[in-house]
Antibody, heavy 124, light 107 residues
């Protein structure tokens, strides 16, 4: 059973760059699928942030693209997210997840396996 | 594409049927519509993809139907563990938007 575990700072200051990591176990990131990040502000809905394929293909939410960098480290079997110039509006639970395929076609923005999420609060 | 879910809250008794609606503001192919369930403090769980295909391990009391712009998630007989928030999502075009959610609560 594939497992994903996010980690992050918990608290970030406004204007800083937030760095998050997702450790993937029991499945090699290099074996396929897109891997993504999704966030959820407290008491609110879900927002897709970005997705990446191990070969480097990336998709970004246009509303966040200028501040987001997604990457993979296949040697560590890790997924990472950097979000720059954070504000209080970036306070959320951040999830990493594995994308789905439909009849072998990769779907970068839909996800069937999720981590438990990591809460990030942006505050001075 | 903006996805609008209705109702915002649905009060249902255990054993009853629940029907949740998701309407897209722009064309969404049925291949690209998913439903998720989320319980408090937990990550979302994929229920339905491709508008009507159940994800692995999802009970057959959950079914999806419809085609753009109107989609429906039906829970045929609500079990106690089904009381949760449900989100639809279109993933065919950027930015892979989610609806605002429907909360299914115990009546």
């Amino acid at each position: 059973q594939v497992q994903l575990q996010e980690s992050g700072p918990g608290l970030a200051k406004p204007s800083e760059t937030l760095s998050l990591t997702c450790n993937v176990s029991r499945y090699s990131i290099s074996s396929g699928y897109y891997w993504g990040w999704i966030r959820q502000p407290p008491g609110k809905g879900l927002e897709w942030i970005a997705s990446i394929y191990h070969g480097g293909s990336t998709y970004y939410n246009p509303s966040l693209k200028s501040r987001v960098t997604i990457s993979v480290d296949t040697s560590k079997n890790q997924l990472s997210l950097k979000l720059s110039s954070v504000t209080a509006a970036d306070t959320a639970v951040y999830y990493c997840a594995r994308s789905i395929t439909i009849f072998g076609v990769l779907m970068p923005r839909a996800f069937d396996i999720w981590g438990q999420g990591t809460m990030v609060t942006v505050s001075s | 594409s903006v996805l609008t879910q209705s109702p915002g809250t649905l009060s249902v008794s255990p054993g009853e049927k629940a029907s949740l609606s998701c309407r897209a503001s722009q064309s969404v192919g049925s291949t690209y519509l998913a439903w998720y369930q989320q319980k408090p403090g937990q990550a979302p769980r994929l229920l339905i993809y491709g508008a009507s295909s159940r994800a692995t391990g999802i009970p057959d009391r959950f079914s999806g139907s419809g085609s753009g712009p109107d989609f429906t998630l039906t829970i045929s007989r609500l079990e106690p563990e089904d009381f949760a928030v449900y989100y639809c999502q279109q993933y065919g075009s950027s930015p892979g938007t989610f609806g605002q959610g429907t909360k299914v609560e115990i009546k």
